[in-house]
């Protein structure tokens, strides 16, 4: 039977309906189970723990809710007491430190403020002014001079000898000079030119030539050898010489002047300053040699000198360097002693007076007074305060002023004495200063070599023509001992 089901046909019978299907049962049909306890199932029977439990290392494990009872903690802020601590200052006393010495024991003593840091100094007490120039009465002992040592006391005796050297050291053995005595240039001229021309040099005929002639005839050889023979008699001898024994050749043939403006060039010239070279000569030139030593600066290099040392300096040392080139110091050579007094008081005032130093103070009195004048407030210092200028300085200064400011007072007090000291300074110990030695003997050969060969011998005990052959050698030697020696 076909069912028309909206134009599909279907053979199956529709719901309800009988079929081929009804009769059919399944083989398997689902039953529900029985719910527990099932009545076929025997009793479960409890659980009933081990009789013993397992033995396995480190793996026991109790029976749940029978672990073994904690022990309890005790009962917080109930610990024993603590022994308390032993009272303070009950420990015996401590005994004194041993001294080796009984009864030597000094107890603590009681607390004092320390002294003052600097002792304020005493009043002063000026004396009874002078009314006159001629009643000026110098002091008993001699004033500290650069013969002395600055820690030395005043009024002490004259230095003696240390070790009198009593052996007469002849003069180098030169040869006998071949000039009569009528200077004549042209001659001089011709000698030197057949010392330096061809191969070899005649060192020893330039060394006898400079050794028998003065500044004057020098510098008229000079002349007259450019005039014949078209040549500057200087560079000439410096292309035939070498070494310190060409310094001081080419130093002989110059003017002072000349020489120290090339002296002056050479210590600023190029990276850094040689101090000591500016502080010897600007600190004991006069006033007129200092001026012509600014002229020979300008001639030679076409600088000024006083642009230069400025530009090569500072501060105050600096500013004693250009009072000292305005050449404006005093030649007076009667001191007024009232002056001279008050002066004195301005330096203590300035420096040991007070709290600092005022060095503007010490500029202006160093620059401008006379040397006899500064010889007359060094006295007055000396009675003011009972030590000299130098050991004012020494307290007062450092660096290169203070150097600059000692040999002001050394160059004007005492120049045969200061040199020597420079002497003796470039010859002692190991080696040797070679260009201080030869600034010194050949800048002081025509004006006090002698006299600073005496201060030496009474300085030091030495004879300076042996300390300086000692230390020098050849022909370098022979010009430096001839010179010495002929002074």
Known sequence: MMTNNGGFQSNFPSNGGGGIYSNLQRSHTYAPQPRYPDPNYPPQQPYAPPAAPLQHTNTYMPPPNQYPPQNQYPPQNQYPPQNPYPPQN??????????????????????????PAYPQPAPFNPPAPMLRANTYMPPLARPPTIYDDINANVGLPPIPLARPNTIAYPAPNLGVSPYPSDFNPERDCQILHNAVHGAGTDERAIINLIVNRNWAQR???????????????????????????????????????????????????????????????????????????????????????????????????????????????????????????????????????????????????????????????????????????????????????????????????DPAGYFAKRIRDSVKGLGTNDSRLVRVIVSRSEIDLGRIKQAYQTMYGRDMLHDVRDDTSGYYKEILTGLIARC
């Open 90 to 115: 009950l420990y015996p006393p401590q005994q004194p430190p041993a001294l080796g010495r009984s009864n030597t024991y000094m107890p603590p003593q009681p607390y004092q403020n320390p002294p």
């Open 219 to 413: 510098t008229e050889i000079r002349n007259c050898y450019k005039s014949c023979y078209g040549k500057d008699l200087i560079k000439r001898l410096k292309e035939d010489t070498s070494g310190n024994f060409k310094d001081v050749v080419a130093g002989m043939f110059m003017t002072p002047a000349e020489y120290d403006a090339m002296s002056l060039y050479k210590a600023m010239k190029g990276a850094g300053t040689n101090d000591g070279v500016l502080i010897e000569i600007i600190g004991t030139r006069t006033s007129q040699e200092l001026m012509a030593i600014k002229d020979a600066f300008q001639r030679e290099y076409n600088e000024s000198l006083e642009k230069w040392v400025r530009g090569d300096t500072s501060g105050n040392y600096r500013n004693l360097l250009t009072a000292l080139l305005q050449c404006n110091r005093s030649m007076n050579p009667n001191p007024d002693p009232v002056m001279c007094q008050n002066e004195a008081q301005a330096l203590y005032n300035a420096g040991e007076g007070r709290w600092g130093t005022d060095e503007s103070t010490f500029i202006r009195i160093f620059s401008s007074r006379s040397p006899a004048e500064m010889a007359m407030i060094n006295d007055c210092y000396t009675r003011l305060r009972g030590k000299g200028l130098l050991k004012a300085i020494d307290n007062e200064f450092s660096g290169n002023i203070k150097r600059l400011l000692e040999t002001i007072v050394g160059g004007l007090l």
